[in-house]
C-alpha cells in the first residue's frame, strides 16, 4: 500500500512538472507571437500576421487551459481538454511546416504532442 502511494505522489509531480513547463512555454510562445512578432525568426510570422495572431491566442489559451482549471480545481476536466486541444494544435503546427517543406522544425511539436498526449 506505501508502495502504491509513493507512485501516485512520483506521478502527480511528474504530471505538475509537465503542466507548469507546458504552460510557461505556451505563454511565452503566445506572447511573442502576439506582442514581439517581428522581432521571430520565422518567415511564416512575417508571411501571415493573422496566423500568428491566432496562434498566439491559441498558445496562451493552452498555456492558461493546461495548468488553471486543474489549479484552481473549478472544473479540473477542463485540464484534460485543454491537453487535448494541445495535441489538435501541435498535429496541425506540424502539418503546416510539413506543407512548407519545412518538416525538419516539427520535432519540437512532436515533442510537445507527447507531453500534452501525457498531461490529457
Known sequence: ????????KTINIIL?????????????????KIFNSED?????IKENPLLTTVTGVL???AGIGIVLPALL?????LTIYS???TVALMLTASIFHISRGEATQIGFNIFVGLIAVFIA
Not at 500500500?1 to 501516485?8: A, D, I, L, R, T
Not at 521571430?40 to 511564416?44: E, I, R
Not at 480545481?73 to 476536466?77: N, Q
Open 40 to 44: 521571430l525568426p520565422w518567415k511564416w
Open 73 to 77: 480545481r473549478v472544473i479540473p476536466k
Open 16 to 32: 505538475w512538472t509537465a503542466q507548469v513547463l507546458l504552460s510557461v512555454t505556451f505563454i511565452w510562445a503566445g506572447s511573442m
Open 1 to 8: 500500500m506505501v508502495g502504491e502511494h509513493k507512485k501516485s
Open 59 to 61: 498558445d496562451l489559451l
Open 83 to 85: 491537453g487535448w486541444g
